[in-house]
């Protein structure tokens, strides 16, 4: 059971707008932020602590669980949402970005992808089939079709290759999706040309959703934004529109206002566990010794467990004697705050004021620097060895 309607009027196909998707396990209201619980965990928290966040979905990765536990496993148990206790829907990323990313890779081939393990370095051969596969034993609601990622600065004939063999890719993947609904996902890197090709390609597959893929990997935002823009104008209005991997405050805003949907990242746990909590003026460190005697929340507008019970003073506390209640606050926070600001754009969007909205929002909150978007492309050329290895097919 799947679908997708439109709740706000829309008069461009790049335009902020609000839906409802809906699963036999619920109802997701777009524009929405789901909490990426990789391994069938969002790190440190208790289900129901991600449930009280608000969140109305979380996503699992396939490539993680088929590697450990295994995906037969998960399913003897019941399937994933027995396995963790998550009553509502699921989406599950095929594991493209991870198998090209974290993965030591061999070769790719029309068939699928040879690598080795990151965790054990045991070879495994991943294809269409076996993503779907995967993702079918884990029981989601939502599943993802295995693509052949990039870095975002790819030149353009590896890029062109790659969103081919996504293309191809795709329809192996539904064949053997069965029931399962399985999104597309729009290829090309930072090349317009290619992006409005894929675009264009994936919109007469008429399949039940979109996801814009090999976007936030090093790439230059005003890059990564004209990419989003072109991609968004060339797909269906009336199915959900996926940006895989964002997940800060500005870029979610940014995103919204050109049409897409929905929305995942590790960013907000991550940047939790290791102090960096959002607020409406930017991130706050609050190991720094300025927060030692701070009686107030973390975030004044926040409604969430930390701000409401806790103090800055407490929770710098925690993370400076390493406490890991700490931790847990932190992504608490940090996830509600991204559940929240989709709350209020879906509630400004409907009175007719997204415009307003974002503009106050991005007049206000600080971005980290364009060092942080160097570094992570830094880390995925180093994860990935593409500057060692070729990845062209055989």
């Known amino acids: 059971m799947f679908s997708f309607r439109l709740t706000s009027a829309t008069h461009s196909s790049v335009a902020p707008r609000t839906g409802v998707i809906t699963t036999a396990r619920g109802e997701i209201h777009t524009p929405a932020f789901m909490p990426v619980g990789t391994l069938a965990t969002v790190k440190s928290l208790l289900p129901g602590e991600v449930a009280a966040t608000g969140a109305e979905i979380m996503l699992v ?45 061999g070769r790719v081939d029309e068939s699928g992808v040879r690598f080795r393990s990151h965790i054990d370095g045991s070879e495994h051969f991943y294809t269409p089939e076996l993503a779907m596969e995967v993702q079918r034993a884990l029981g989601v609601d939502i599943a993802m079709p295995l ?10 004939a590896h890029a062109q290759d790659a969103a081919e063999r996504t293309l191809r890719w795709y329809e192996r993947c539904r064949a053997a999706a069965g029931e399962l609904p399985v999104f597309a996902i729009v290829q090309g890197g930072i090349h317009s040309d290619l992006r409005r090709w894929h675009a264009r390609e994936c919109a007469t597959l008429d399949a039940p959703g979109y996801s814009i893929g090999g976007l936030s990997v090093g790439e230059a935002k005003s890059d990564m934004w004209a990419m989003v823009e072109t991609v968004a104008a060339g797909l269906p209005a009336g199915r959900p529109r996926y ?13 919204v206002a050109r049409g897409v949907d929905m929305f995942d990242c590790v960013l907000p746990t991550r940047l939790g566990r290791n102090g960096s909590m959002f607020t409406g003026d930017g991130r706050a460190n609050v190991r720094n010794t300025r927060y030692r005697e701070d009686p107030g929340p973390v975030d004044p507008e926040c409604d969430c467990l930390a701000c409401t019970r806790f103090s800055m003073a407490y929770v710098h506390h925690l993370f400076r004697n390493e ?52 570094e992570q492309k830094a880390k995925w050329l180093a994860q990935s060895g593409y500057e060692d290895m070729a990845l062209r097919p055989d």
């Not at 536990?69 to 399937?79: I, N, R, S």
């Not at 998550?86 to 993965?103: C, E, H, M, R």
């Not at 009175?351 to 909205?357: K, Q, V």
């Open 61 to 105: 990765n396939a490539y993680h669980l088929y590697l450990r536990p295994g995906h037969a496993l998960v399913a003897g148990m019941g399937g994933v949402h027995s396995f963790m206790d998550w009553p509502g829907p699921v989406l599950s990323d095929s594991g493209g970005f991870q198998v090209f990313s974290l993965a030591r890779l």
């Open 243 to 255: 940006l895989m991997g964002v997940g800060s405050p500005e870029d979610l805003v940014e995103a």
């Open 147 to 156: 693509d052949h990622v990039l870095p975002g600065q790819a030149d353009h």
């Open 323 to 374: 406490e890991l209640l700490g931790y847990r606050l932190a992504t608490i926070h940090n996830i509600r705050y991204l559940v929240r600001l989709m709350e209020r754009a879906r509630a400004a969007i409907e009175a007719g004021g997204f415009s307003e909205f974002a503009r106050e929002f991005l007049g206000r909150y600080r971005p980290s620097d364009d060092q942080v978007r160097a």
